[in-house]
């Protein structure tokens, strides 16, 4: 029983976690490769500066949180949402738009994406130096534990209270995008432009327009997943940078430029992944008794060692690029 | 004159695709623009709604110069255009289609999608699927029906008949006749010659990228010439 409760801790509430993250971020990179046609390099970077930036907020007005009874990361995050998607189109307006103005082709726009990149790793690491920081100094973090009602489980169910907030949050999200797509005129139009950019222009959509809602959403996007990850973990300046692969494989998985394909494959490569590392003889081992002595369970049993579970996401986007490339949603070919 | 595109020199950076082809129609005749494969004519009616630099020529709109408007403006000004190719959104629903058709209204238009649906009985049914899986009449009749979202003065249509069954191609060129008669003039190019010059009030025969005949549709069908050389006999 024990046993079961450390698979739903280590694989059930860990998936999810990851996954959400993954999926946030797969949607930010899907929507902006739909709407520009490109590969945002820098969308996992934007989402260290969103924690950055929630951080100098909480770091503002300490005891924000706990007026409300929510760790301040949390409550400041509307704020830090305000300012990605504002900077996102900042960005935009300097590095993406000269670009777009003159015609190039994607690839050159791909190429302005990683100097961006780069410029917000100097930036963090300019103004915020590189050692971690944590939300949680003069804050306790809430951790939950649940009691399984069965005589042989001691051990809880363990989730703590930025875990919580943060699967709730990314429900939150996926609803409201998925009434915005579906329900706006706006999201609508960006839907159309996704799917043929030529005969958008030719109905009079404002295209401008709909790149400009585009960045906002990836920004804000960016800003919710990195600040709830960062509140998970502790903020370091290369917070997401080594989520750049994952995040890109659910976004492919999922067919890119597909919004729902990059929930789906943020869910698959999470899932994949703890399933990958997990320690499969701790299942086993209650088992040991009923096995002939011969047979001798491995105290580790993992298909991937946890410090190269990178493996995982790679592995997933080559299989998905050499058998599927469209993905499971059947998105663009890149 | 509703549209009236005088001397047109334009082409894609090399070589001019168009050297000098005239083309005018007026609220609610239908001009077909027909040809060989690769005479011009897409480029042509590109060229009337601005998709293409011109170097030479003027576009004018009920007296009004608009050369230099840029193609979503002259949305606005109440010209609608066809491509030839993927003329749709593919993965919006039908009535979401018609919606992006209508992206510059800013009042109730549902209405007009009525209409639309009176005009195009098989959308009605399909509203809410897919345009991307409709047949390919159904297709082309979401692709018009988008069009005339805007309610527009001028309706450029490339090949709307193109791989059509015979049954859909008349179809569509009845209901072209219904939105002519409603007051908008329609500039087609098709690839069905003598079907669509049966329903034109003037045809403009092009080849290498000039005017080779204009005429009123009857007459071209009863030319000879163009009958040996574009009519297929
Ligand atoms: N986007 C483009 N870039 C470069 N050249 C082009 C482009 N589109 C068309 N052309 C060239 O311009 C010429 C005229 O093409 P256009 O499409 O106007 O012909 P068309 O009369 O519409 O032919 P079809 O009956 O095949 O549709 C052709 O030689 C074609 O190769
Ligand atoms: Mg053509």
Redesign the pocket.
């Known amino acids: 029983m024990n046993e079961l409760i450390f698979f739903v801790n280590k694989v059930l509430i860990s998936g999810t976690i990851i996954g959400c993250i993954y999926a946030l971020g797969a949607i930010g990179v899907t929507l902006v490769f739909g709407i520009l046609r490109f590969a945002n390099f820098s969308h996992a970077d934007m989402m260290t500066v969103g924690a950055y930036i929630a951080f100098i907020f909480a770091s503002l007005m300490p005891g924000a949180g706990a007026l409300i009874g929510l760790p301040t990361g949390f409550v400041v995050l509307p704020l830090a949402i305000i300012c990605l998607a504002a900077f996102a189109i900042v960005v935009d307006r300097l590095f993406y738009r000269p670009l777009r103005e003159r015609k190039v082709r994607p690839v050159m726009l791909l190429v302005a994406s990683l100097g961006v990149t780069l410029m917000l790793h100097g930036l963090v690491r300019l103004f915020a130096g590189t050692s971690p920081r944590s939300f949680f100094q003069d804050e306790k973090k809430d951790v939950f534990r649940f009691d399984v009602p069965f005589e042989l489980a001691s051990r809880d169910i363990v989730i703590s209270e930025p875990q919580v907030l943060l699967i709730i949050t990314s429900i939150v999200c996926i609803f409201a995008l998925h009434w915005f797509l579906t329900h706006t005129k706006l999201g609508k139009a960006m839907r159309a432009m996704s799917d043929n950019a030529d005969l958008a222009l030719v109905s009079g959509i404002n295209t401008e327009k709909i790149v400009r809602a585009t960045w906002i959403i990836a920004g804000s996007l960016a800003a919710v997943a990195g600040t709830l990850l960062s509140l998970d973990v502790v903020l370091k300046p290369d917070l997401s940078f080594n989520l750049l692969l994952p995040i890109f494989a659910a976004a492919i998985v999922g067919g890119i430029g597909r919004p729902y394909g990059a929930i789906a494959g943020g869910l698959l490569v999470g899932f994949s992944e703890t399933l990958a590392i997990f320690n499969w003889s701790i299942l086993l081992r209650p088992s040991a008794e009923f096995l002939p002595e011969w047979i001798d369970i491995p105290a580790r049993m993992a298909f991937v060692p946890t410090e190269y579970k990178i493996i995982v996401p790679f592995v997933i986007l080559i299989a998905v690029l050499i058998w599927r490339p469209t993905g499971i949603f059947k998105g663009q070919v890149l | 004159m509703l549209i009236k595109a005088s001397n047109i020199v334009a ?4 070589e001019p ?1 168009l050297n000098g082809i005239d083309l005018s129609i007026d609220s609610g005749q239908i001009g077909v623009i027909v ?10 009616l590109k060229s009337v709604f601005g998709l293409i630099q011109l170097t030479q020529g003027t576009v004018s709109l009920a007296g009004d110069d608009v050369t230099h408007v840029p193609p979503d403006q002259r949305v606005s000004l109440g010209i609608s255009y066809v491509p ?1 190719e993927m003329n749709i959104f593919p993965s919006l629903t039908v009535r979401e289609n018609l919606e992006m058709g209508a992206f510059i209204r800013n009042d109730d238009f549902s209405s007009v999608i009525d209409n639309m649906y009176d005009l195009f009985p098989p959308l009605k049914q399909k509203a809410t699927a897919v345009a991307g899986q409709l047949s390919g009449g159904q297709r082309q009749m979401v692709a018009i029906a988008r069009a005339l979202m805007i309610g527009p003065r001028l309706l450029l249509l ?2 709307p008949t193109v791989g059509l069954s015979p049954a859909f191609v008349y179809e569509i060129i009845e209901r072209i006749k219904a939105i002519a008669a409603r007051g908008v003039g329609v500039l087609i ?1 098709e ?1 069905n010659a003598r079907r669509a010059l049966e329903i034109a009030d003037i045809g403009f025969v ?1 080849a290498a990228g000039k005017n080779l005949y204009t005429d009123s549709g009857e007459n071209l069908l009863n030319d000879p010439e163009v009958a040996k050389s574009f009519l297929g006999g």
């Open positions: 082409g894609y950076g090399g695709v040809g060989p494969n690769g005479a011009g004519k897409s480029t042509a030839q490339d090949e190019v690839q092009l």
